[in-house]
């Protein structure tokens, strides 16, 4: 049974940081990019960053420079350690992961960015 665990997201002051992890269980082949999603009440689901297995990375041009994306390929695990936040970070955050086969998403998590 294939499993992704979301954790990290809060209510967190404009300027201060947050770091949010999944972890991938029971995936069986071999995963390719893992990413960072998230949605605003009433818009898009939007990419937020993405890595690769290579650890090539690319990120939305919001969150450039105020955002990390990294992976652990051992632990099968993807972070995002976002610094600088803003109001208009507040979302749902969401993870993806590409195997050869398929494509999952996470259960998403909240973060809140308010003073």
């Known amino acids: 049974q294939v499993q992704l665990v979301e954790s990290g997201g809060g209510l967190v002051q404009p300027g201060g940081s947050l770091r949010l992890s999944c972890a991938a269980s029971?995936?069986?082949?071999?995963?390719?990019?893992m990413g960072w999603y998230r949605q605003a009440p009433g818009k898009q689901r939007e990419l937020v960053a993405g890595i690769t297995s290579g650890g090539s990375t690319n990120y939305a041009d919001s969150v450039k420079g105020r955002f990390t994306i990294s992976r652990d390929n051992a632990k099968n695990t993807v972070y995002l350690q976002m610094s600088s936040l803003k109001p208009e970070d507040t979302a749902v955050y969401y993870c993806k992961v590409v195997s050869v086969c398929c494509i999952y998403w996470g259960q998403g998590t909240q973060v809140t960015v308010s003073s």
């Open positions: 029971g995936i069986i082949s071999s995963i390719n990019d």
